[in-house]
């Protein structure tokens, strides 16, 4: 889809939307499933308002916006999470609806100590979430880093007027 940019049509965007669909069916990879949606939609979207200056700002802005978000509660939903699995707090409703994935970050959050460098004992509990075991896993250090990178690039981006270059950046981020 990035690489044709200004070439792909609707059917081939609906097309791709249909694989990545059927891709779940034999897979039941959820996060697939919504990563490729997005990036079908926003494709779309970007697709339509092409042409519109003022409309492709507001995205990138919304996009790089996501992107902290996402980054920034990869970290503060298991702070956030009290352990309840029953409870009516937003927080605890979402866990159930990631199938525990915020309370498996709260558990290594309270087993692992968060170091500078690198833990080397290795983790206590299983963790999918990339940006949890980045920071457990090899330290502060490395995952400022690797922030840093991702700021400097959607920051070029951006001043490049790249929009789907923000797009491929915010799927990998979210992803």
């Known amino acids: 889809m990035y690489y044709r940019k200004e070439k792909i049509v609707y059917v081939e965007l609906l097309g791709l939307g249909l694989v990545n669909w059927l891709v779940y069916q034999y897979s039941a990879s959820r996060t697939g499933l919504m990563i490729g949606t997005f990036a079908v939609v926003v494709n779309m979207i970007l697709k339509l308002f092409r042409n519109r200056e003022g409309v492709l700002k507001w995205i990138m802005f919304g996009m790089a916006a996501g992107m902290i978000f996402f980054f920034s509660f990869s970290f503060l939903l298991p702070a956030m999470y009290n352990g309840d699995w029953g409870s009516h707090h937003w927080v605890s409703v979402l866990n159930r609806a990631l199938t525990g994935r915020i309370q498996h970050g709260k558990t290594v959050f309270l087993s692992d100590p968060i170091s500078l460098f690198c833990n080397s004992n290795g983790l206590s509990a299983f963790l999918d979430n990339s940006y949890m075991f980045l920071l457990m ?20 981006m951006m ?17």
């Open 137 to 156: 896993k090899y330290g502060m250090i490395v995952t400022v880093m690797i922030c840093s990178i991702y700021v400097l690039a959607v920051k070029s």
């Open 159 to 175: 001043l490049r007027k790249d929009v789907y270059g923000i797009y491929v950046v915010s799927i990998f981020v979210i992803y």
